[in-house]
């Protein structure tokens, strides 16, 4: 109950499509759902976030989808270029807690 | 602005050694966190501490000690390294306290081989 299940585990994109990513998750007391960006060598860094009183959330090219009734977010990189290529990590937190459940990852290489 | 420092940035052990992985940050966060890497399975919680004077368990903290030393500073001890501790280990840090969530901010990670 407390997974948080992301797919697919790689995807290849080319430059200037939308890469789409997928996460679905269990636990119904989640309410902080965060993405998170990690390029090779370095720590994960935030990219946006979500809370499910929302459906969508829109910073720049990357847009959160939230189904609250499904249980599923889902992240869109539109106009997807090669510097977007990373690690993308979906997660799932819950409002007083310290155990943010992640995904497993999904690995993005956008073709030139 | 530094953010969180971890140290050291590469290490290779022999089992059956010890070692300890420092991060301090400087950011003034009341929360701190250990994760190990593993390729496929995502970031996996060791141990976190809520605030100064606090640790608690994670998912996966067996072979694992830590001690918050300070608000700024949170270490994690491998007392007798085995090959399956082998990972990358990133440690994070929020501002998050009861009633609210906020990002974590991770480190650039510890690279860890165990032979």
């Known amino acids: 109950q407390q997974q948080v299940k992301q797919s697919p585990q790689s995807l290849i994109v080319q430059k200037g499509g939308i890469s789409i990513i997928n996460c679905a998750y269990e636990n119904t007391a989640f309410d902080y759902f965060p993405w998170y960006q990690q390029f090779p060598g370095k720590g994960p860094a935030l990219l946006i976030a979500i809370r499910p009183d929302v459906s969508e959330k829109k910073e720049g090219r990357f847009t959160i989808s939230f189904n609250k009734s499904a249980k599923q977010f889902s992240l869109h990189i539109m106009d997807s270029q090669p510097g977007d290529s990373a690690t993308y990590f979906c997660?799932?937190?819950?409002?007083?807690?310290?155990?943010?459940?992640f995904g497993a990852g999904t690995r993005l290489f956008v073709k030139a | 602005n530094a953010g969180v420092t971890q140290t050291p940035k590469f290490q290779v052990l022999k089992t059956g050694q010890s070692m300890t992985l420092q991060c301090a940050q400087d950011?003034?966060?009341?929360?701190m966190y250990w994760y190990r890497q593993d390729p496929g399975m995502g970031l996996r919680l060791i141990y976190y501490s809520a605030s100064e004077g606090t640790t608690d368990k994670g998912e996966v903290p067996n072979g694992y000690n830590v001690s918050r030393l300070n608000k700024r500073e949170f270490s994690l001890r491998l007392e007798s390294a085995a090959p399956s501790q082998t990972s990358v280990y990133f440690c994070?840090?929020?501002?998050?306290?009861?009633?609210?969530?906020?990002?974590?901010?991770f480190g650039d990670g510890t690279r860890l081989s165990i032979l």
């Open positions: 994070a840090s929020s501002k998050t306290g009861k009633g609210s969530n906020q990002p974590q901010h």
């Open positions: 997660a799932a937190d819950y409002t007083g807690g310290f155990k943010t459940i």
């Open positions: 950011m003034n966060h009341n929360s």
